[in-house]
């Protein structure tokens, strides 16, 4: 539950310029967190030296991919019924082929080859780079799979092409894997264990995104502030390292402090933290550089000590309000959001009011909040019984919700009569006389149009606002420009 799930782009599917020379055509739809999206991206490189254009008919495919998440039900029943309406497909297309990719295709790779049979391959989320060999194997027809997680696969030799992207913003992945097993997460099984990218590679590709006219970038990792370079493997052995290794070593504060001196212009965003890992070297990295936005995602996940334990959440909330307090008196206009599940295993009425009480307490800007939900193969799943009726969970949940948009409206309203660089990312949903973007806290706004253009930096006077959305109007373009 540590990863942002973004409803709105559930299911997307992937399309980039066609290649003439390319023969055949890749459907590739795209569910869970912006890894699993930005995993997409890399499996439609790799696929696209191997013959294949993307397509967002379905009816035209000759491979249909599904890039999967194990992190709650909803997105596997999901998953199951575009399986069955892609096999409805297939019985007028006998050579189209299927195949399901990340976490899920890990967690369920029998079950859907050969139980259910409603997939011809099965590719885990390092087995990427193996993808040519297994459409081989299907093109011959064998069913394929490589679930094989890897100590070292990191994709940093691999140049993502940019899919359905507004030009303007791009995903980097800095790390892939976990260490922390969190007692609720799929994530240790499903993508193996924390391995960090070469930081020459990470910088040459915020180059490259900078030179192509990228504006922002948002560092991706399970848990970015535990990244830690020391020449390569996995951080679990950095006790191993040598003099030199440790002495050159590279963790998460140096790769932001270099990521903004690469590309001053370009704004820095970064996702997930988790407060047993970030440092205030991060923090104050932060308030050095103009460009590094000021807003922390900070999964808490439950305000009781007691259900923090037995998530095997390596922190108090007395840690957890010590490192808010610290990060405000070092950057006080930051932003926080939050990951929170209600109604895990054995949480009382005391332990959800603890859970309000840290609402109280941090007035978030935002939140993504979850009724847990049992996950198989967890050690909450094997250990715990779920033993929380679903009215009670739902009844927690709503009560933290209504409290939430309480404090969504007021941190809203902070930046009312304030000027703001607001970096234009397209279109009003709701009116397209008006840009729509975000400013450094991730808030979004709106403004009119007027001669400004996709990627501008704007400064923009707040007018007015919702709970959520800032509306104002332009002033002249930003710095940052």
Not at 331 to 354: L, N, Q, R, V
Request: net charge negative; hydrophobic share 35%; aromatic share 6%.
């Amino acid at each position: 539950m540590e990863k942002i799930i973004d409803e709105s782009v559930q299911g997307n599917s992937l399309s980039l310029k066609k290649d003439e020379k390319n023969t055949r055509n890749l459907y590739i739809e795209s569910y869970g967190c912006s890894m699993n999206f930005s995993d997409s991206e890399i499996v439609a490189s790799i696929l696209a030296n191997e013959g294949f254009n993307t397509t967002q008919e379905l009816e035209n495919a000759d491979l249909v991919l599904v890039n999967t998440c194990s992190i709650r039900e909803k997105a596997e029943t999901t998953v199951r019924k575009r399986l069955e309406k892609f096999n409805a497909i297939k019985k007028n297309r006998p050579h189209m082929k299927v195949g399901v990719l990340g976490c899920m295709a890990e967690r369920l790779k029998s079950k859907l080859l050969e139980e259910e049979k409603i997939v011809d391959m099965v590719v885990g989320p390092d087995a990427y780079k193996d993808l040519p060999n297994l459409i081989q194997e299907i093109d011959e027809g064998r069913d394929a799979v490589n679930v094989v997680l890897s100590k070292d696969e990191t994709y940093g030799d691999i140049s993502p092409v940019r899919l359905n992207t507004n030009g303007v913003s791009a995903f980097v992945s800095i790390t892939r894997g976990c260490d922390n097993m969190c007692t609720f997460c799929v994530v240790p099984f499903t993508r193996g264990r924390e391995r960090s990218r070469d930081p020459q590679s990470i910088i040459d590709e915020v180059n490259d995104l900078g030179a192509k006219g990228y504006k922002e970038i948002t560092l991706l990792g399970q848990n970015v502030d535990s990244y830690l370079w020391y020449g390569g493997g996995l951080k679990k052995d950095f006790d191993k390292a040598s003099e030199m290794q440790i002495a050159t070593a590279v963790d998460f504060a140096n790769l932001l402090d270099m990521v903004a001196v690469a590309q001053p212009k370009m704004r820095i965003r970064f996702s997930t933290s988790n407060p047993q890992d970030m440092s205030l070297d991060v923090i104050r990295t932060m308030a050095k550089h103009d460009n590094i936005c000021k807003h922390i995602h900070l999964p808490v996940q439950s305000g009781s000590n007691d259900i923090l334990k037995k998530m095997n959440r390596l922190h108090t909330i007395e840690e957890y309000f010590d490192l808010i307090d610290n990060i405000k008196k070092i950057i006080p206009d930051c932003a926080f959001s939050h990951d929170m599940i209600t109604g895990f295993p054995t949480e009382t009425e005391e332990d959800h009011k603890a859970t309000l009480a840290v609402l109280d307490y941090v007035k978030y800007d935002y939140g993504y909040m979850f009724a847990y939900s049992e996950r198989p193969g967890t050690l909450a799943a094997r250990k715990m019984e779920d033993d929380i009726p679903n009215d009670v969970k739902q009844r927690r949940l709503s009560e933290i919700i209504a409290l939430q948009r309480e404090h969504c409206l007021l941190r809203t309203k902070n930046h009312l009569n304030k000027i703001q660089e607001i970096l234009i990312e397209g279109i009003s949903k709701k009116d397209d006389t008006m840009w729509m973007g975000r400013n450094s806290q991730n808030v979004v706004a709106v403004f009119p149009k007027e001669n400004y253009k996709v990627g501008d930096f704007v400064n923009v006077k707040m007018n007015d606002c919702t709970s959520a959305t800032l509306i104002g109007e332009a002033v002249d373009f930003g710095k940052s420009n």
